[in-house]
């Protein structure tokens, strides 16, 4: 029933200033194998039967599991196409590396900023050292290699931005993910910051311009609002999200669809241990269509109209939205944002809830 698998490791080593992503610190091995064996248990009882077309491991930090639990965990990575891990540079030894090695296909690096710096207003606790061995370590397996950066940290100029890409792209990266740094509620940046001292929208928009230059120019294409691959190398894990796809999610906060209803794991580990069972979010029919059209316009591809059944449908309700010019392309068979559009993204979704 479900296409693709999303696994949620709830465990990181300590929490940085930013993320808003549900993980625990100073977890010991007897908690994480409670997670692991609820875990396996409804991989079993829900996937285990029909190989998912692709699996993604993410958290939370999923190399910070220990070896022995890495390899149990190895079972429910089998995909028909592809599967990805999330792994942070001082978490990713040489042994886990191995353990992994036949099991996956692509591998995700959190190192946010190659400036010590801006990963310490970020809250990272990581070395310039780790991040060095483990793109040593990386650049010895069969993997796709994805780096995640982030832009428009306080104090970050556009040279330390360009520095930024230019050092992730010498690290042998087929694949980047850039995320604009944003405030999210609950976080303690967001406790000891105010917007004004975070955001600039305008550095930002020139930032995210910036990389979608310099990384085409080395050959990474913007594929979506954030990401940017080699031609063949797009994550269609990922992309099968965009697109609407059907995906089950296994752990706290990890979110389900079956092609129409969503649903979301429990928000904390203990409640989901103690076997709460998921939260529907209701939304009508006509509610869902519209979001899934949004999420696809994240695509610089946008939709076609082979994808969809009503396509006509779709196109007029699109174009009685009247948005301005400069902000999309709506032609007979593909609807996509211009660049201008996908800088808006957050305005032009908004607008599509409502078609
Ligand atoms: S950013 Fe990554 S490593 Fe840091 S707390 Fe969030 S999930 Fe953990």
């Not at 949620?8 to 091995?29: I, L, M, N, Q, W």
């Not at 310039?128 to 104090?155: E, H, S």
């Not at 609002?225 to 031609?231: D, E, F, G, L």
């Not at 076609?304 to 006509?312: G, L, P, S």
């Amino acid at each position: 029933m479900y296409k693709h698998l999303y696994i949620h490791v709830p465990f990181c080593r300590s929490k940085c200033a930013y993320c808003a992503f549900y993980s625990t610190a100073g977890a010991d091995e007897a908690l994480i194998d409670r997670w692991l064996d609820r875990i396996l248990d409804q991989y079993w009882k829900n996937v285990a039967a029909q190989m998912p077309e692709t699996v993604f491991i993410g958290g939370g930090t999923p190399t910070l599991l220990p070896e022995k639990q890495l390899e149990r965990l190895c079972v429910a990575c089998d995909s028909r196409s592809e599967t990805t891990i999330e792994t942070n540079p001082e978490t990713l030894t040489p042994g886990k590396a191995a353990a992994l090695r036949d099991h996956i296909t692509r591998i995700s690096m959190g190192v946010q900023s190659f400036n010590p710096d801006f990963r310490r207003i970020l809250g990272r606790q990581t070395s310039c050292k780790a991040i060095k061995d483990a793109v040593k370590i990386i650049r010895t397996m069969p993997w796709q290699f994805n780096i995640d950066l982030i832009y428009g940290i306080p104090g970050q100029t556009l040279e330390d931005w360009q520095d930024d890409l230019r050092r992730a792209v010498d690290c042998g990266v087929n694949h980047m993910s850039c995320y604009n740094l944003t405030l999210e509620e609950g976080t303690m940046l967001a406790a000891t910051s105010g917007h004004d001292q975070i955001v600039d929208d305008e550095l930002a928009a020139d930032m995210w311009q910036m990389a979608g230059e310099f990384l085409s120019a080395a050959g990474l294409e913007r594929y979506e609002i954030s990401n940017y691959a080699r031609p063949g190398t797009e994550c269609r894990h990922n992309s099968a999200v965009w697109y609407g796809e059907t995906y089950l999610g296994l752990g706290p906060t990890a979110c389900s669809f079956d092609g129409s209803k969503r649903f979301a794991e429990p928000p904390s580990l203990e409640s989901w241990l103690a076997g709460k069972p998921p939260e529907e979010d209701r939304i009508d029919a006509r509610m869902r269509r519209n979001e899934i059209f949004a999420f696809g316009l994240r695509t610089t591809s946008g939709w076609r109209r082979a994808q969809w059944e009503n396509w006509d449908e779709i196109l007029a309700d699109f174009r009685r939205l009247r948005l301005p010019d400069g902000l999309f392309e709506a032609g007979e068979e593909r609807i996509r944002l211009t660049p201008q559009g996908l800088l808006l993204w957050d305005s032009v979704a908004e607008a599509c809830l409502s078609m």
